[in-house]
């Protein structure tokens, strides 16, 4: 029982120790998780903003010149005929 009695100051005062330094730490971490969390937010927020409809994607691409080129370049290749071919087809 007195081997108790001593022990249990000193056993209640590193239960206290851990406890205090245990609880800090963790708000620490929950700090930088906050702080992670708000810049993730703002770019998906900032993302969200960027996305473009189907029908305005398919206007952009319609209306872009160099789509058109890529296309010609395709046919091309899979058809071994000059570009010069297509462009002039896709001008009359």
């Known amino acids: 029982m007195e081997k108790i009695q001593k022990f249990l100051p000193i056993a209640t005062f590193v239960l206290i120790l ?9 708000g620490t971490q929950v700090k930088s998780t906050e702080k992670k969390v708000e810049v993730l937010t703002s770019k998906v927020d900032s ?13 952009v ?10 296309i ?8 071994h005929m000059p570009i010069n071919h297509y462009r002039s087809e896709s001008n009359k």
Request: net charge negative; with cysteine; hydrophobic share 40%.
């Open 18 to 26: 851990f406890i205090f330094l245990k609880g800090c730490g963790t």
């Open 47 to 59: 993302l969200s903003n960027i996305v473009v409809t189907q029908q305005e994607m398919i206007q």
């Open 61 to 70: 691409l319609e209306g872009t010149t160099m789509w058109q080129t890529l």
């Open 72 to 79: 010609i370049e395709e046919l091309s290749d899979k058809d």
